[in-house]
Each structure stands twice: as structure tokens, then as C-alpha cells.
């Protein structure tokens, strides 16, 4: 069974960085997508960053330019570096994973069927 497990969330002021990883495990050489979503308390979840198991690399407007995508197929893992926080992006961090295209783009969360629990990430003003 596949298994995602997010780490690396934490506290940091306007301006400032943080990594955060998603660990893989368990049969995952069928994903098509790999993407990082948001959700922040009575806001809709949304999606961050994706990456497509060819190589394109997808951003949500409100973060292109402050956070790259990229993995580590060594270790099965998938990394969002985040640059220049803002406090709207505070919210929990969430690793998930899609075996097909569904017809659906790489922000549908309803296309993912495998999620990891989370991961906060607060940022202070």
C-alpha cells in the first residue's frame, strides 16, 4: 500500500523559507502526478505545485516564482521549497498522488486518491 508522509512544516516570519518533503512508499511507479495542496481553515483546499511523471512542472499563480517543486528519485521523495513566505500561506501542507489522469487537471483534488496527513506551515507578518 502506498504510503505519503509529509515533514518540514514549521513556524517562520513574512520573508522566510522553508522546505518541505513528502517521503514515498509502497507501489508508487504508477503516479502520474505528484503535486503539494493547501488548505487553510475555511478556505477551500488548492493546489500549489505538481509534477507530472514526464516532467512538466505545474505552479499555482500565487506561488510561482517563490516555490519550486523537484524530486529525488533516489529516495522516492518529493521536495516543495517554499522562498519568501507570505502569511496567506500559512495553512497545512498536503503530498498527494494520482495513478491516472482522470480527466481532470493537476489542481482537482478530487483527482488524487492517495493524501498524506499534513503538514502546518505558519507564517507570521
Known amino acids: 500500500q502506498v504510503q505519503l508522509v509529509e515533514s518540514g512544516g514549521g513556524s517562520t516570519q513574512s520573508g522566510g523559507s522553508l522546505s518541505l518533503s513528502c517521503a514515498i512508499s509502497?507501489?508508487?511507479?504508477?503516479?502520474?502526478?505528484v503535486a503539494w495542496f493547501r488548505q487553510a481553515p475555511v478556505k477551500e483546499r488548492e493546489g500549489v505545485a505538481a509534477?507530472?511523471?514526464?516532467?512538466?512542472?505545474y505552479y499555482d499563480q500565487t506561488v510561482e516564482g517563490r516555490c519550486i517543486i523537484f524530486q529525488d528519485t533516489a529516495k522516492n521523495t518529493v521536495y516543495l521549497q517554499m522562498n519568501s513566505l507570505k502569511p496567506e500561506d500559512s495553512a497545512v501542507y498536503y503530498c498527494?498522488?494520482?495513478?491516472?489522469?482522470?480527466?481532470?487537471?493537476?489542481?482537482?483534488?478530487?483527482?488524487?486518491?492517495?493524501w498524506g496527513q499534513g503538514t502546518q506551515v505558519t507564517v507570521s507578518s
Open positions: 509534477i507530472h511523471h514526464r516532467g512538466q512542472i
Open positions: 509502497g507501489y508508487a511507479y504508477s503516479f502520474i502526478y
Open positions: 498527494a498522488a494520482r495513478t491516472a489522469e482522470y480527466g481532470l487537471e493537476w489542481s482537482r483534488p478530487l483527482a488524487y486518491k492517495h
